[in-house]
């Protein structure tokens, strides 16, 4: 006889993911989208940082931020996820370099485990994509502006031996640049915890609203490729 195949019936998330949706030149992408984004994200990480026994992502990025028509985020891919505490498979892989290499924390490089800070860490590099493209209407990879950096690896090497970090836009308004920083700070000590990136998120959401024509001043729209356009008049 045939055993029985479990399923998970899981919502569909109409946009795909946010990696797909920050280079989709018809998306205008605003604040209050990164906003959403960004706070959907960190409810996400915060569960799981809460969780007894608490879980480590340890593969933020924005191809694993999954988008409803809504703007509703959701984080996916759990497969290098492990729990903190405990024995076996989880605590003997905690040190051992995983996810994608623009996203890793310096620490982890060194040798050191996964905790929440490196989480926090990797957020810090979605953060900097999300206000890239909100900003200047473009996508760029993270540490892409390096011409230096030729392979992947050398990412890693670059940000935790030499402080390499993206290049966040001059004109990024100074409360949300002063979070990035702190999200991506070297020193996992000097890292907001999760709760605390939560708050400044709400913080930077009610101050955009306080100051939306200074904070919109400074986006480029996204440019609809030619191509899309004569489809569109079709």
């Known amino acids: ?36 984004a960004a706070i959907d994200t960190i409810k996400g990480l915060l569960c799981l940082h809460n969780w007894k026994p608490q879980i480590v992502h ?13 703007w509703a985020t959701k984080v ?8 903190t505490s405990g ?3 989880d605590l003997s892989t905690l040190g051992k370099l995983r996810g994608t290499y623009a996203y890793c924390a310096p620490e982890v490089y060194f040798g050191k485990n996964f905790t929440p800070k490196s989480d926090i860490y990797s957020f810090g590099v ?6 890239f493209r909100c900003i200047t209407g473009t996508y760029e990879q993270p540490f892409s502006e390096f011409k230096q950096i030729v392979f992947d690896f050398q990412i890693i090497i670059q940000s935790a031996k ?11 308004p100074q409360a949300y640049t002063e979070l990035v920083n702190q999200c991506w700070h070297k020193d996992p000590d000097s890292r907001p915890t999760t709760e605390e990136v939560l708050q400044q998120l709400k913080q930077l959401e009610t101050l955009y609203n306080a100051n939306k024509t200074e904070w919109d001043s400074i986006r480029i729209p996204a440019v609809v490729p030619p ?8």
């Open 87 to 89: 024995t076996g498979v």
């Open 76 to 83: 996916s891919d759990f497969g290098t996820s492990r729990f």
């Open 58 to 70: 340890r593969d933020m990025k924005s191809l694993n931020l999954l988008v409803d028509e809504n």
């Open 126 to 131: 979605i953060l900097w994509e999300m206000a």
């Open 162 to 172: 030499k402080d390499v970090r993206p290049t966040i836009p001059a004109n990024c």
């Open 227 to 234: 191509e899309d356009e004569s489809a569109a008049s079709n």
């Open 1 to 36: 006889t045939t055993q029985p195949c479990l399923c998970m019936v899981l919502e569909f998330c109409h946009k795909g993911a946010l990696y797909d949706v920050l280079n989709d030149m018809r998306e205008d992408i605003a604040w209050p989208n990164v906003f959403k």
